[in-house]
């Protein structure tokens, strides 16, 4: 068995063997910690029975530990320079293919049926390129594929974001869209120091777990997620005046919003950052009712 790729020196020495340059606009960080891929393993709870897809392998470093884990990996690279250095990395390993392309421009569907069995368990598994990390994720959870989880690398700050809970200063419609979907938890904190080059910030591991169904039952989903932007849209004011903004401030509609503020049993006063789903879900259908 040859060295991990992750550790230090068989990174560099592969870097230098091909001439890699790491680019900063494509969120080239790599890891050189091989426990901490053991970590994100671990996290995931991976077994033989299930598929992964990895967005951004770089050299390989994690996708090596996937493929040792699960089914079949399938992992898509955009960057062309990549290529001849994982065919080389990833020679030892049978259950992997390399989809060269833009991750947010494929059709995910068309692209994993002809590498795996779409009804077999699906996670996806990545140490995310920080300058797109919630259009991947949106990409994923709005995707016809089922995903049963992701287990994924981003900033600190935004994996704060993304499970925060009502009534602190990180709440946001980033939270709400996402715990919609998903169960959202922090696994580990990954410090700068296991990434060449070292990012400045912080890193997490945050795993999402699809729920059997959206967290809240809601009549019209346009309409839920419309309100939530629109409660977001200035945190430091009330629910009522970020209503008006985007309904219109006529006597009219100030009647309309009234009333359906009163059937939801919501407080004009509060604030967007208060309102946990459930209630931003009563909030919606009766605006839809209401308003709309
Ligand atoms: N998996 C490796 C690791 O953990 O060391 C590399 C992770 S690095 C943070 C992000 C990777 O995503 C890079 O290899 C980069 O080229 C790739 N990447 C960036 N944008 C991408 C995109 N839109 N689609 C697919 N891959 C992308």
Redesign the pocket.
């Known amino acids: 068995q040859r060295k991990d790729i992750a550790t230090p020196i068989r990174t560099k020495e592969i870097l230098e063997k091909h001439g890699f340059s790491l680019k900063k606009s ?6 050189i910690d091989p426990n901490i891929l053991v970590n994100i393993v671990a996290a995931a709870g991976l077994t033989k029975e299930v598929n992964v897809v990895e ?4 050299i390989g ?2 996708t090596e530990h996937l493929a040792r884990a699960s089914k079949e990996v399938v992992a ?4 062309d320079r ?1 290529l001849p250095v994982l065919a080389d990395t990833l020679s030892p390993y049978h259950n992997i293919s390399i989809i060269h392309s ?3 421009k494929a059709n995910l569907k068309e692209v994993l049926a002809t590498k795996i069995d779409l009804e077999e368990p699906l996670m996806v598994v990545a ?3 920080y300058y ?1 990390t919630t259009p991947i994720i949106m990409y994923f959870l709005e995707s016809e594929v089922r995903i049963d989880a992701l287990v994924i690398m981003m900033q600190k700050e935004v994996a704060e974001r993304i499970t925060a809970r009502p009534g602190t200063k990180a709440y946001g419609s980033l939270s709400i869209a996402i715990q919609y979907y998903m169960e959202a938890e922090i696994a580990f904190i990954v410090p700068k120091t296991v990434f060449v080059p070292q990012p400045n910030v912080d890193s997490a591991i945050i795993k999402l777990t699809r729920r059997a169904t959206p967290s809240v039952k809601v009549k019209d989903e346009t309409i839920f997620f419309q309100v939530i932007k629109a409660a977001f849209v200035q945190r430091r004011k009330t629910l009522w005046n970020n209503l008006l903004t985007r309904y219109g401030k006529t006597d009219e509609i100030k009647e309309k919003l009234i009333k359906a503020l009163e059937v939801a049993e919501i407080d004009p006063k509060r604030r967007g950052e208060t309102l946990d789903l459930a209630e931003f879900g009563r909030l919606s259908d009766a605006i839809g009712e209401y308003v709309w």
Do not use: S, T, Y
């Not at 494509?26 to 890891?31: A, T």
């Not at 898509?76 to 960057?79: G, P, T, W």
């Open positions: 494509l969120g080239q960080n790599f890891i967005v951004g392998p770089g470093a994690l898509f690279e955009i960057d990549l833009d991750v947010l140490n995310l390129p797109i």
